[in-house]
């Protein structure tokens, strides 16, 4: 069966950076689009990046542009995300996701509903 598990999370201080990794199994990778999420408390899951299976492609949450950075490592079936400039509203579970079937890379690449299969997430705590 399908696993993805997250790793990386932790307690940072505002301005500070993180890495996070994903590994799956179950699945041959590099044929699928692979995505990040968050949740905060209270809130609803929101995306935060994708990526392409070749990872030629990405794509961001506008707040994320420019301070996150997804990359994924085919041989290692595993994907990143290189979190800078962390805020305090970062303070999130971050989980990342896998479809069950290969999509075109796309605008439905950020949608929760995308997605069929999602690790346990790791907790992201950044202190002002």
């Known amino acids: 069966q399908v696993q993805l598990v997250e790793s990386g999370g932790g307690l940072v201080q505002a301005g500070g950076s993180l890495r996070l990794s994903c590994a799956a199994s179950g699945l041959t990778f590099s044929n699928y689009v692979m995505g990040w999420f968050r949740q905060a408390p209270g809130k609803e899951r929101e995306f935060v990046a994708a990526?392409?299976?070749?990872?030629?492609?990405?794509a961001y949450a506008g707040s994320m542009k420019g301070r996150f950075a997804i990359s994924r490592d085919n041989a290692k079936n595993t994907v990143y995300l290189q979190m800078n400039s962390l805020k305090p509203e970062d303070t999130a579970v971050y989980y990342c996701?896998?479809?069950?079937?290969?999509?075109?890379?796309?605008?439905?690449?950020?949608?929760?509903?995308?997605?069929?299969?999602w690790g346990q997430g790791t907790q992201v705590t950044v202190s002002s």
């Open positions: 996701a896998a479809p069950s079937t290969s999509y075109s890379f796309g605008y439905a690449s950020t949608a929760p509903k995308s997605y069929d299969y």
């Open positions: 990526i392409s299976w070749s990872g030629g492609r990405t």
